[in-house]
């Protein structure tokens, strides 16, 4: 593969590539220092073809946010709400099932559940609410709760960690999103989201869910006041935990949206952040099979470009997301399986519908 290199520090990148050679963290700074993109996307493009060649996936799947009535009520998040706040609101199992029944002919085939972190619901609610999706999905997997709300539900319920993995698993849970994580570092622990467990804690309930069997999702919230060598370090510390558990699934770049936040005078992630984040992840998380372009949050257009800088996957129709629009996101509240398949044609990929475990699905 012939790369005109603009940036020639990215020349001794390619060959780290091309050897099998793991990435430093000086080499994934200057990954987001370079302005060397197009050899950029071309590494990144040359490390996702060798795994998946033209292949780019998606899924048939729906979003169940539960509640928005948070505790926690972190700086960078416009979605929760106080109890009794205007907007603020809680589905019942009731609810919840009519949900679900109302798009009973949609071939889901993955049910995606989070939401705040509600004084007012019960353990048993969660376990209700994984037992009634399993019961009218039975054949839909069940990706449900942060390592936030698993930390909550521990210290709701009065269990350890372990059983109350074991407790949700037994009603129903399959798999975890990656979300809650945020970036991995203390200094921004405590400036916007004091609140929630901090990274060690999230650490540790990723790898006891991973022991119990079940695969995660990582994510890197990016965009706010963050460095870029604490992106590096955040993606070395997932690079690490997979060593250890091979449990993740795939890795999720979460551009942050501002709109309805305490930080909206920050302004949005640019076009060229998006693609190096994407290009980051792909070179630095070489124990990492998929690497997502979540299209809600860069918009339909750029999750196809995104598809030539190392991401493998689009995620989904994702009906009925609430979170980031609710932060201002411009992108389409869910879309088509065809819509899906014509987006990553148009890119000149392959569309392969998987499942959630990425078993294509014919």
Not at 19 to 39: F, M, N, P, Q
Not at 248 to 271: D, E, G, Q, V
Not at 313 to 339: F, N, V, W
Not at 341 to 358: C, H, L, N
Request: proline content about 2%; overall charge negative.
């Amino acid at each position: 593969m012939d790369i005109s290199f603009i940036d020639k520090r990215l020349e001794s990148i390619f060959n780290k590539v091309l050897k099998g050679s793991r990435l430093s963290k000086e080499d994934g700074i200057c990954i987001y220092e370079t302005h060397d993109l197009i050899a950029l996307g071309q590494i990144a493009s040359h490390a996702r073809r060798a795994l998946h060649g033209n292949k780019a996936f998606y899924i048939y799947n729906q979003h169940l946010n539960y509640t928005n009535v948070c505790r926690n009520r972190c700086r960078f998040c416009a979605y929760a709400r106080d109890d009794g706040e205007k907007g603020a609101y809680v589905w019942s199992i009731d609810q919840i099932e009519k949900r679900l029944l109302e798009r009973i002919d949609d071939p889901v085939t993955e049910l995606h559940i989070v939401g705040g972190l509600n004084e007012d619901l019960s353990f048993q609610y969660f376990i209700d609410l994984l037992e009634t999706v399993k019961r009218i999905r039975p054949n839909a997997t069940i990706k449900a709760f942060t390592c936030v709300e698993i930390d909550y539900l521990a210290n709701l319920a009065g269990l350890s960690l372990e059983d109350t993995i074991q407790r949700l698993k037994d009603a129903g849970l399959e798999m975890m999103p990656g979300g809650g994580a945020e970036v991995l570092n203390s200094r921004i622990h405590e400036e916007l989201f004091p609140k929630k467990i901090g990274h060690e804690r999230w650490l540790e309930i990723v790898k006891a869910v991973h022991k119990a069997g079940i695969k995660t999702n990582a994510t890197m919230l990016y965009g706010h006041i963050e460095t870029i060598e604490e992106r590096v370090d955040h993606l070395i510390a997932l690079r690490k935990l997979q060593d250890e558990t091979a449990g993740f699934s795939a890795f999720i770049p979460l551009a942050f949206h501002s709109k309805n936040t305490k930080l909206s005078h920050i302004p949005p992630t640019t076009a060229v952040d998006d693609l190096k984040n994407v290009a980051a992840a792909r070179l630095m998380l070489d124990n990492f099979d998929h690497i997502k372009a979540y299209w809600v949050m860069i918009g339909e257009r750029l999750a196809q470009v995104a598809l030539s800088f190392g991401a493998d996957d689009l995620d989904g129709t994702i009906m009925e997301e609430r979170i980031t629009h609710t932060a201002g996101a411009k992108s389409a509240i869910g879309l088509t399986k065809e819509q899906m398949e014509d987006m990553i044609t148009k890119a000149g990929f392959e569309p392969v519908q998987r499942d959630s475990f990425y078993r294509p699905i014919k």
